[in-house]
């Protein structure tokens, strides 16, 4: 009868133990619960689009032009008459020499072949009587966050801050600069319109990008 009786008074101090351990599990979880949702439901941080904006325009990839070595005629990618190739003979590049029907010779000289040396990413492959170059000129780097607005809670308008980093060909093909300002208007739109020429040393630019959460993280809106 003792015996029964300690047992029960034990049984009954344990009880309320249970539910206080049980009713302070189920706070915790509810506080983890409320905090994880309040930060997802959070407005995006600088911070935040930081990493997602600079990762958007490096996935642009750089600014590139394209031309050829050898006979080079008129297609649909290559028009010898266009302005790009006199701008790199004006710049020490390349020589150009006329050729029959419409054609032209292009020629990389001893300082093209320097300077191209140097130019990280060039890709070079060999094309009928000569060469096919493409070579970088200037990628996109962010310079800083601006104002985010929040369209609903889980998408946002990023304003943001970016500039050129340009190697040494983009001072060739810079629309600022002496080289590109010796044409004329209408060749110094093609160079801009068509072969990549633009202001790598100018002001940074201002822009927006869509940004949308998923799940926890930030990405690119898509269309």
């Known amino acids: 009868m003792f015996e029964a009786e300690v047992e029960m008074e034990q049984r009954s101090s344990i009880l309320p133990l249970l539910l206080m351990l049980c009713l302070a599990a189920a706070i915790v979880g509810l506080v983890g619960y409320v905090v994880l949702q309040v930060r997802e439901q959070s407005p995006l941080k600088a911070q935040q689009a930081n990493p997602v904006v600079a990762a958007a325009l490096a996935a642009q990839g750089p600014a590139v032009i394209h031309f050829r070595t050898g006979v080079v005629k008129t297609s649909g990618d290559e028009k010898p008459g266009d302005p790009n190739y006199r701008l790199l003979e004006k710049a020490g590049i390349v020589k150009v020499a006329k050729a029959s029907g419409g054609s032209v010779v292009v020629t990389l000289t001893p300082a093209g072949d320097h300077l191209l040396a140097g130019i990280p990413g060039l890709k070079k492959e060999k094309k009928d009587s000569g060469f096919s170059y493409k070579a970088p000129l200037a990628e996109r780097q962010l310079v800083s966050i601006g104002a985010i607005e929040m369209n609903g809670v889980n998408g946002a308008i990023v304003g943001y801050v970016w500039k050129w980093t340009p190697n040494q060909l983009a001072d060739v093909f810079d629309a600022g600069g002496p080289l590109v ?33 998923n799940g926890k993280e930030w990405k690119v809106a898509t269309p």
Request: charged fraction near 25%; aromatic fraction near 16%.
């Open 181 to 213: 300002k010796s044409f004329n208007t209408w060749d110094r739109q093609t160079l801009i319109n068509k072969y990549e020429a633009d202001f790598y040393h100018g002001d940074p630019t201002r822009s927006t990008l869509a940004l949308a959460r």
